[in-house]
């Protein structure tokens, strides 16, 4: 894109720069080159962290709109009565004290490659030398007819951010008659967290066990089958949710009707509760601002020795956003090991390193399907330099033999090291 | 010279050893020091390291996922990132 940026503003953030010193402990007094991070999520705040962890010298600035991060890995527990959003919130001080990231609250809404600048919501304008993307997935509401208003959207949750969503679609859960039902809707794969609806399905399940028996959970799955961790899940809802939950997969969304909690599927009408609709996804919206998105209209490709875009030099693109390798999930975990390659990547590229030709990157995603009790799938991914891709390493990974409670104290603490290692 | 060479060779070494480890750390913490629940890595004995590794590999240490993990390496890797966690302060 092409847009015009004044010199005061430009002067503006340039004297923002300054304000380091402020922060300063850590940053040297001339920093040899400056890294800005879009979205301090699990991509964006490992990748601040671990540049100013390997790299002190290179100065790191974030831009984040969220006063903290709320994880979504755990917020099914919420919905279950299991945890509160406080339990997985984390604020961004420690990154700023201890690692000196400077911190801006703020949102990108712009950036020119060609000038190396990102410009924000605000006017200011900030410098970079490199660039990483961490934006997250943006909803295609547009791809679901009557859920394109605000309105509808304030009834129809997706509570697939975690957040205010998280906490308003609890609410709604316990503002729901007994035998009354709860809909969810999943989009086609690729979404966001792939066994996470399955998961939200055992949590809503769990809450209404306790204290709705004959409520019921009804999964409208717009996929052939369930995407992730399937014998695991199946034997969930049969052992422990006998009754409870539903599921119907091919059920293509056709319409939403949110006065009345009705979708339209292609050879059904489902009136509900509760209707929680988890829209398609694409990158976030600054990829498509930024000229990121390749495939698709919807992901970033990148090269994933560096997570740099393939179509556009200088900027690196991390997480979600990105046209995931063969079979790599759109995961937190996912995100957090991207960032690191990335941050030694760039370090590697800014100082004339070379760079790491076989990254190795690993992926635990826990589900609960009770309070205590969790399943698992890993994978390890291999830089294959004749696919320009990364590969699944055969033989590795796995799943959970059964639902067991020792992996729900592993989640647990999983999820407080990562939060840690991104942000502590 | 040769000197200099094998050096810059650990450092090149390091470095790899060093983002390959980042991953392990999305578990068991920042530089393997574990803000709790899993067990903390840094500054652990070198061949205890390796020998636990390989063994998680072969499958004769029984896990939950670190036997699932620990086959995506080779032992060599194995055996570096063994040494670059008991590198690490505690």
Redesign the interface.
Do not use: M
């Given at each position: 894109m092409t847009t015009q940026w004044n010199r005061r503003t430009l002067l503006a953030a340039a004297g923002g720069a300054t304000g380091l010193a402020l922060f300063g402990c850590a940053t040297p007094a001339k920093p040899v080159a400056r890294v800005v991070v879009i979205g301090g999520g699990f991509g964006g705040a490992t990748a601040a962290?671990?540049i100013r962890?390997?790299a002190p010298e290179i100065e790191v600035v974030l831009v984040e709109r969220e006063a903290a991060f709320v994880s979504c890995p755990l917020s099914n527990l919420v919905l279950g009565g299991s945890a509160r959003i406080e339990d997985l919130t984390t604020g961004y001080d420690t990154l700023q004290k201890k690692f000196g990231v400077r911190l801006v609250h703020d949102e990108a809404v712009g950036v020119d490659a060609a000038r190396r600048e990102v410009r924000l919501a605000r006017g200011d304008v900030l410098r970079y030398d490199r660039l990483i993307v961490s934006p997250g997935v943006h909803f295609q509401y547009d791809q679901v007819p009557g859920l394109e208003s605000a309105e509808a959207q304030a009834r129809v949750l997706h509570a697939w951010k975690a957040g205010p969503q998280t906490v308003a679609l609890r609410k709604q859960l316990e503002a729901l008659p007994d035998g009354g039902v709860y809909a969810l809707h999943i989009p086609k794969a690729p979404y966001r967290c792939p066994p996470g609806p399955y998961e939200r399905a055992c949590q809503v399940a769990f809450y209404f066990k306790q204290h709705k028996p004959r409520a019921k959970v009804l999964v409208l799955d717009a996929n052939p089958d369930i995407v992730s961790k399937k014998g695991l899940f199946l034997k969930a809802w049969a052992d422990r949710y006998p009754g409870l939950v539903e599921y119907r997969p091919n059920s293509e969304l056709v319409s939403v009707d949110a006065a009345t909690n009705t979708l339209e599927l292609q050879f059904d009408k489902v009136r509900a509760g509760v209707l929680n609709v988890v829209p398609p996804q694409q990158a976030g919206k600054i990829a498509q601002t930024a000229g990121l998105i390749t495939t698709n209209k919807r992901w970033c490709g990148v090269d994933w020795r560096t997570l740099e875009s393939v179509a556009v030099p200088g900027v690196h693109v991390l997480g979600d956003a990105t046209l995931s390798a063969p079979g790599m999930p759109k995961s937190g975990?996912m995100a957090?090991?991207q960032a690191?390659?990335a941050a030694?990547a760039v370090i590697?590229l800014l100082t004339g390193?070379?760079v790491?030709p076989?990254?190795?990157?690993?992926n635990?995603c826990y589900s609960f399907v009770s309070d205590t009790d969790v399943v698992?799938v890993?994978?390890?991914h291999?830089f294959d330099a004749k696919e320009n891709t990364l590969v699944t390493?055969p033989?590795?990974?796995?799943l959970?033999p059964e639902a067991?409670a020792?992996?729900g104290?592993?989640a647990?603490?999983?999820a407080?090291?990562?939060w840690?290692?991104m942000l502590? | 010279m040769a000197l200099a060479a094998a050096s810059a060779a650990a450092q090149?070494a390091d470095?790899?050893a060093?983002?390959?480890a980042?991953?392990?750390?999305?578990?068991?913490?920042?530089q393997g020091r574990?803000?709790?629940?899993?067990p903390s890595i840094a500054g652990l004995e070198q061949a205890l390291l390796r020998e636990k590794l390989l063994a998680f590999k072969q499958g004769t240490l029984p896990a939950?996922?670190m036997h699932?993990?620990?086959?995506?390496?080779t032992d060599q890797?194995l055996e570096r990132l063994a040494l670059f966690f008991s590198q690490q302060a505690r």
């Open positions: 962290k671990y962890l390997w975990f957090n090991n690191k390659v030694d590697a390193r070379t790491n076989e990254p190795i990157l690993a635990t698992h890993a994978s390890v291999k390493v033989g590795a990974g796995g959970s067991n020792a992996e104290i592993y647990r603490a999983w407080r090291n990562i840690a290692d502590l | 090149a470095d790899q060093r983002v390959w980042a991953s392990c750390a999305a578990c068991h913490g920042t574990s803000a709790g629940g899993i939950t996922v699932q993990h620990a086959k995506g390496y890797e």
